[in-house]
């Protein structure tokens, strides 16, 4: 943390700031900053606040610095009770928070302790803490569910005076928000005088996060306070992309990788950020062929284990590495002195994602951070070009705040029966004054503390096991301490992906007779695997020799390229706004001159070709190509939307007899063809927004991605158990039995809670639902259609995309009738 | 409806296998089915777990649809009809009714499974250890050594299909023209996978396996002398042009 003398805020400083405070500012050679003065005077007056500042601009001490101020006259005192509680998305960064907080605490000499409770603490201490607390608590938003859940929780908060809760911007749009919105209307019950401190990235829309952070009284809407900081220099953002070559399609951009390189050497110590965790092995091995040098470039992402990435972690704290090649984990996070590149692979899906990357290449507000953009393929050099506009005109996209799930509700409802017996008046009133849910209708409320109770099922047949009971008087109460501690073995939002172990099948052996742990890959991955396949891992390529007992087996080969992609597609949908930024980019000629000349020259022929479309339009262009047929549209939603799209307009072109075979999806455009000539078609008629009705319900019933979002669902409602105390359910377990579940489920009981739960996470998560909603909207009557000889420029990535989307229905029976025929046509060879 | 596309024969007899996953001998006028395991889904209730407590009537009303169909004389439940001891305990009304109206209308044969050595009596039908007919052998578990003419469940055979990058999971039959293995019927039964030891260990010889799909059985693997369902494959295979399953 570092803060510079600045002149405008010493006018201000005598009221608010204490003699000592001001003291240690001036020996250390600072001056507080406007907004840090600012946070000082909402908290005397015992407001919540929302702190929107840059990366760089001592944001955290701001937040704690009224705390501080409030503690520091009180006496020496043994026996402490918890002042302020800090809630952190990362445990790391609660523990590097904690570290820097002692500084000006022994500095000033103050009488303050400061602990840190995450699952690494030890037993011993976390039960002491729940006793004996300390003034200043750090945490994560499960420990404090769990907390919450216990007995004495009235006790350890009834004297809590502030809440500080970091990277609010990052958390609140999620289920862990949805918990912590829920956790904090609890605590506003046992600490009802406490103030609030958000602090928050740049948004573009801070109401949301002003609404999330204080409790809600329905119908009528309380924000907190807002103090915004000044804003840093501009960054400095450069686009890699040649003038000679920009590929066609891909993610990987693996033709840049020398010019990666050049820009590490360049710099001190550089990120390498990339969209998803194969793409970050990819990256990582294809540096390591080039690093001539022995530069110390490390990787980190999710599925390392988690010594490893410490130990990365703990390098770069120490200066040691060149660069780290990394996902979104290392999007947020403790602060690294040393990092002054940031470089991003790939598009960046969003100029806020960009902002926080970048952020984190910046540590002085008033020097500008650099990054250096990477994309990997045409449609992307306009994303990324429309991201760095964005964020130079300062202009972020504001995502809507989901509403609060039923699933996590669930699961807040069964730890509140652990923590007391509750009346089910007072409980609603609590969890409609969490912003996430204060829209929460009241039946819904029933139905979800029914589901936990009993199963929630229309056929009453778990009325003798139930978890929760009525008690004479009318309250909830939890039917079985053992109860308790489930609950505390279950709780937390996060679902993993299954993993599986791979190994390396020994020489000459069967599989199943050992061999090394390679490592571990995602189940679903695995599954799309025959024996023979070939594929990526570990830098290497492999093929699939087989599953024995849960560990998939694989052998080395000598092939330089594998057969199946193991690239999945970004993790992230191109927001909304950036996609209206592209659209508009592309639908304006002057503006092509600043691009490449690769793709000026693309964007070039495709008018001359076919059309460009004019934002607010939506262009479909049907073509023949090879014997197929193949009508290809651009909506600019990204790649969910359009698998969502592509299903449900095969849907229609089925039902019409056009006989589609096939379609794919990227972020921009989806491409759906099939034996018979789709440009004679009703446009008008084919994109119509009743899609979203029964054809949605009917596809819904039988895709993979929903039975996914069900099981998730599942998981954190408490339908299964991810571990229970008698013995660890396997992920490879929980999988096929939700499926069964869920097939069951939507046949007998459709109106069940948890299918409620299930549409509402999917219709604005994995299947974009609402913003497909939206786009067909937007373009109902705005449809330009083409018809061409061949296939057009902007058509080409598009094609050339492999989608992979496990198939469902017809395609599955199409794939058994083709196995079976090839299997006879084996059988009939006559040699 | 294809029913009846894909027949197969055991040890001599002509056994129809239906995408349900029941197997149809129509000589005997007997119909058969393994591993139900009703009430699998409220032996979880105990420890909190509430599966929607609709399995036993979603398998019930399968089998009234498999009955309606094929008016047989005979059904062999092949073992594990019940999850547990205390399965026939929670049965609901609904599904006590229906049961027994079945048990009445043809001769119901209880084999006894590893989870239900005892199964409930007086929901109706005969309770065997293990029953033959003709040439076959009824029973739950599966002799060790090659055991012509057998018909068993217990293993829960699923089969995986990839192709393309793409994956399918399916239940399936499991046969060498030897012994018949029947998927598991039941609506929330897993399944082992055909190339894990359980299955492979049982067959001397190449396998073959029938997926389940939407309205019939896929052959999807094996030789020709099993998959001589059709009049004009030939019973003599070439080595090489058969995909094996027992030895990947």
Known sequence: ?831 | MTRGDCTLLVNGETLMLDASGAAWWAAEKTLVFADLHFEKGSSYARSGQFLPPYDTRATLRRIAALIAHFHPERVIALGDSFHDGGAGARLGEEEIALLAALTRAVVWVWVEGNHDPDPPAWLGGTIKSDIAVGGLTFRHIPLAEPCAGEVAGHIHPVTRISRGGLSLRRRCFVSDGLRLLLPAFGAYTGGYDVREESVTSLFAREFAVFALGRERVYAVAGPAHVLARKKNVEAQPKATAIKTVNRP
């Not at chain 1, 050679?29 to 907004?35: D, E």
């Not at chain 1, 780290?324 to 692979?345: Q, Y």
């Not at chain 1, 793709?599 to 023949?624: A, D, K, M, N, Y």
Request: charged share 25%; with cysteine; hydrophobic share 40%.
């Open chain 1, 1 to 831: 943390m570092c803060y510079r003398f600045t002149m405008t805020a010493a006018a201000l400083t005598p009221f608010l700031l204490p003699e000592r405070f001001a003291r240690w500012f001036a020996t250390r050679g600072w001056s507080p900053r406007p907004h840090q003065l600012q946070l000082i005077e909402h908290a005397s007056r015992g407001e919540s606040v929302l702190l929107v500042a840059p990366t760089g601009g001592g944001k955290t001490l701001a937040g704690f610095l009224p705390s501080l101020i409030e503690l520091a006259p009180l006496p020496a005192r043994c026996s402490r009770v918890l002042h302020t509680l800090y809630i952190s998305p990362l445990k790391a960064l609660a523990v590097d928070v904690a570290r820097n907080l002692e500084a000006p605490v022994s500095e000033m000499g103050l009488d303050v302790k400061i602990e840190t409770r995450t699952g690494d603490t030890p037993a011993g201490r976390r039960q002491r803490q729940r006793f004996s607390p300390p003034d200043i608590l750090l945490t994560t938003p499960e420990q404090l569910a769990l907390l919450l859940s216990h007995r004495d929780a009235p006790r350890m908060f009834g004297h809590l005076r502030a809440v500080v809760l970091d990277e609010l911007h990052a958390i609140a749009n999620s289920k862990r928000g949805d918990l912590l919105a829920l956790d904090l209307a609890r605590l506003a019950k046992l600490a009802p005088n406490h103030r609030r401190v958000g602090l928050s990235a740049t948004v573009a829309d801070p109401v949301p996060l002003q609404r999330y952070l204080v409790p809600q009284s329905p119908p009528g809407e309380n924000l907190s306070e807002l103090v915004r900081a000044k804003g840093g220099a501009v960054p400095q953002i450069g686009i890699l992309a040649s003038e000679e070559y920009v590929p066609w399609a891909g993610h990987l951009a693996r033709h840049a990788m020398s010019d990666v390189m050049a820009a590490i050497k360049l710099a001190k110590t550089t990120l390498v950020f990339v969209n998803t965790r194969r793409q970050a092995e990819l990256t990582f091995q294809d540096l390591w062929r080039i690093n001539d040098d022995n530069l110390a470039i490390a990787l980190h992402h999710g599925s390392l284990a988690p010594e490893q990435r410490r130990k990365v972690e703990a390098a770069m704290a120490a200066g040691r590495l060149k660069a780290v090649v990394c996902t979104s984990t290392l999007d947020l996070g403790i602060d690294w002195g040393a990092v002054d590149n940031v470089v991003c692979i790939g598009a960046p899906k969003g100029a806020a994602r960009l902002v926080q990357r970048i952020g984190r290449a910046n540590h002085r507000l008033e020097e500008p951070s650099c990054a250096l953009l990477v994309p990997a393929n045409r449609f992307e050099v306009l994303e990324c070009e429309a991201a760095r506009e964005a964020v130079i005109a300062g202009e972020l996209d504001g995502e809507r705040l989901k509403t609060g799930s039923l699933d996590v509700l669930a699961q807040h409802v069964l730890g509140m029966a652990c923590a007391a017996n509750f009346a089910e008046d007072d409980l609603y009133a609590e969890v409609i004054s969490a912003a996430p849910y204060r829209d929460l209708p009241r039946e819904d409320f029933t139905r979800v503390v029914d589901f936990v109770a009993t199963g929630g099922y229309a056929l009453k047949r778990y009325d003798r096991y139930a978890k929760l009971r009525k008690t004479p008087d009318g309250l909830w109460r939890l039917a079985h301490p053992r109860l308790a501690q489930n609950y505390r073995l279950n709780a937390g939002t996060i679902v993993e992906d299954p993993m599986i172990d791979i190994r390396l099948q020994s020489k000459g052996r069967p599989i199943g007779a050992g061999g090394r742990t390679l490592g571990q890959m995602e189940e679903y991955f695995v599954e799309q695997l025959a024996p023979g396949d070939t594929f990526v891992f570990a830098g290497e390529v492999l093929a699939f020799q087989g599953i024995h007992e849960d560990v998939a087996y694989v052998s080395r080969t000598n092939d330089t390229e594998a057969e199946v992609p193991s690239y999945n597609g970004g993790k992230f949908p191109l927001s909304t706004f950036l996609a209206q930024r592209v659209r508009e980019m592309v639908s304006d000629p002057e503006r092509w001159q600043a691009l490449p000349d690769p793709v000026h020259e693309w964007l070039r022929i495709q008018e001359w070709r076919s059309v460009i479309p004019q934002p607010g339009q939506l262009l479909v262009e049907t073509f023949p190509r090879g014997h197929r047929f193949y009508l290809v549209c651009y909506p600019f939603e990204g790649r969910l939307a359009h698998q969502t799209l592509g299903m449900l307009v095969t849907r229609r072109l089925e039902r019409l007899h056009l006989q589609p075979t096939g379609f794919s999806a990227n972020e921009y455009a989806l491409a759906v063809w099939g034996r018979r000539d789709l440009s004679g078609v009703n446009l008008g008629a084919l994109f119509d927004q009743d899609m979203l009705g029964d054809d949605l319900d009917a596809w819904l019933a039988e895709s993979n991605l929903y039975k996914r979002t069900f099981k998730n669902c599942a998981v954190i409602a408490g339908l299964i158990e991810r571990r229970s105390p008698l013995k660890e359910k396997t992920g490879r377990q929980v999988t096929f039995s939700t499926d069964l579940i869920y097939d069951v489920l939507r046949e007998h009981e459709p109106d069940h809670i948890l299918l409620r739960a299930t549409y509402q996470d999917a219709a604005t998560g994995l299947l974009d639902v609402a913003r497909l909603g939206d786009m067909l909207a937007r373009v109902k009557g705005r449809i330009i259609s083409r018809k061409l000889d061949r296939v057009s420029p902007l058509a080409v990535p598009a094609l050339l995309e492999i989608s992979k989307e496990m198939i469902a229905g017809e395609a599955a029976e199409e794939m058994l009738r083709e196995t079976e025929d090839a299997l006879i046509a084996d059988a009939m060879r006559v040699e």
